[in-house]
């Protein structure tokens, strides 16, 4: 099992969410295992941890919403080729 963080731009609440995914690759198939929100930035540079199961669970779905899990198969992909290239 493999893990990445990366980030969501939520635009319309002027922050940037981060998230830890943790996947499996096999057969050249990714399958995404977990998404856990860790981390929020505002754009007055505070940053706020995310430490309970009802604020992941809200930021987890907000994530969703926007469309920005389909798009992590094909991120870890590239990262997986770069890495691979290293």
Same mark, same amino acid.
């Given at each position: ?23 499996? &690759?096999?057969? /050249? ?13 505002? +754009?007055?540079?505070?940053? *706020? ?13 907000? &994530?969703?919403? /926007? ?13 997986? +080729?770069?890495?691979?290239? *290293?």
């Amino acid at each position: 099992m493999g893990s990445t963080c990366m980030t969501w731009e939520d635009e319309e609440n002027n922050r940037q969410i981060r998230f830890r995914v943790d996947y499996t &690759i096999g057969n /050249s198939e990714i399958e995404i295992v977990d998404v856990v929100p860790t981390e929020v930035s505002f +754009e007055d540079s505070r940053c *706020v941890g995310v430490h309970t199961a009802k604020g992941r669970d809200l930021l987890l779905q907000q &994530i969703q919403r /926007s469309g920005r899990i389909e798009t992590l198969k094909s991120e870890i992909a590239e990262l997986d +080729e770069l890495l691979a290239v *290293v």
